[in-house]
C-alpha cells in the first residue's frame, strides 16, 4: 500500500510492514482515469524491488474501491487523485473557535454519498462549550443522527472521545477533514502521542495559503488504522454532480421524494411537493433544505464543473 507520495518517490508499505521508497516504470495502467500523479495514498500495488538496495519499482496498481479527486483547475479535464481505497471520512466540526458551517458540514456529507464513503461528524472542542453551545450540538448530533450518520463529541484537549475513535479507526483507512484550527492534529496527537503532528493556535492559521502542498501522508495509529492527513484540503475535493442527482446526496430529502408528484420534482416550486410539505411540517430540517438549494444554485461555484 502507498503511505506517502512526494513526487516521483512514492512509499510502499510492503506485507512485511517494511517502508520501501519505490518509483514507477513506464507507463501505469490508469483505468481512463486523466489525472496528474499516477498513485495516491491507500493504492494498493505491486511492485518488485531492485537488487541490492532498499528501493523498488511499482509495476502495478490494483483496482481502487474508490478515490477522492482535486481538480487542477475548474476547466482542467486533468484531476489530482488525493487518496485512494478509503473506508470512512471524518468531518471534524466545532462550534466554536472556529465555528463550522451547517452549509459546509452538508457539503462535505452529500460529497461523501457522492463518493459512496461513510462519513462521521466529530464535534471538537466540547471542553469549551457553553451550555447553550452543547444543547445545540446536541441538536445537531440528533438531527444528522436520524438522517443516519454517526456523530461523537470530543475534546482533544481533554483526551475525551479517544477511545471510541481509536476503535472505530482500527483496521480501517480513514480521512479526518474539517477546517483549520478545529483540532484535527491535536485530535490525532491525543490518540497517538507519538505521531507528533503539529498543531499550531488557531490565530496563527490565517498565513497558511502560503505552502499549501498537495502531497497526502498517511499516518498508521498504535491504535491500528491508517489516517489520511491531506494538507490544504478542507474537505473532500470537487466533485461533479449534476443539478438533477444534488437531492441523492441529500438521504432526508431524497427519502421524501418518492411523494412528490413529479418524479423529477427539483422541489424549488413545484405544485405537490413533498419536500416543501415536511418542511412545512417540521420534518424536514431547514438548515438542510437551504444547504441542498446553495448546491442546487450553485452560489460558490465550486463545487461543480459541468453544465446545466
Ligand atoms: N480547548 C480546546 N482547544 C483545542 C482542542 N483541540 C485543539 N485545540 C486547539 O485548537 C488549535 C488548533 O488545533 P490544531 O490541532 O492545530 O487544528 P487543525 O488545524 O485542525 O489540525 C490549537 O491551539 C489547539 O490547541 C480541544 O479539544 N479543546
Ligand atoms: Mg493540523
Ligand atoms: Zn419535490
Known sequence: MIIKTTGSWHTVLDDNRNEVPCKIKGKLRTHGLRSTNPVAVGDKVKFY?????????????LDRKNYIIRR????????????ANLDQAFLMVSLVSPRTTLRFIDRFLATSEAYRIPATLIFNKTDIYSSDLLE????????????????IGTS?????????????????????????????????????????????????????????TTFSEMFELSSGGFIIDTP????????DMDREEISHFFPDIFALSGDCQYYN???????NCAVKKALEENRLSISRYE??????????????????
Open 232 to 239: 490544504g484540503i478542507k474537505g473532500f475535493g470537487i466533485i
Open 136 to 151: 445545540e450540538m446536541h441538536e445537531l448530533m440528533k438531527m444528522y443522527e436520524s438522517i443516519g450518520y454517526e456523530t
Open 156 to 212: 482533544a484537549l481533554l483526551k475525551k472521545g479517544t477511545e471510541e475513535l481509536k476503535e472505530r479507526m482500527k483496521g480501517k483507512i480513514s480521512l479526518v477533514a474539517g477546517n483549520s484550527g478545529v483540532g484535527k492534529s491535536s485530535l490525532i496527537n491525543a490518540m497517538d502521542p507519538s505521531l507528533n503532528l503539529r498543531t499550531r493556535p488557531v490565530s496563527a492559521h490565517h498565513s497558511t495559503g502560503k505552502h499549501t
Open 265 to 271: 420534482c427539483m422541489h424549488i416550486n413545484e405544485p
Open 291 to 308: 444547504s441542498y438549494l446553495s448546491l442546487f444554485f450553485d452560489d460558490k461555484g465550486k463545487y461543480r464543473t459541468s453544465r446545466y
Open 49 to 61: 524491488r531492485l537488487e541490492k538496495e532498499n528501493t523498488g519499482i511499482i509495476a502495478e496498481i
Open 72 to 83: 487542477s483547475s475548474k476547466l482542467s479535464k486533468e484531476s489530482h487523485v488525493l487518496a
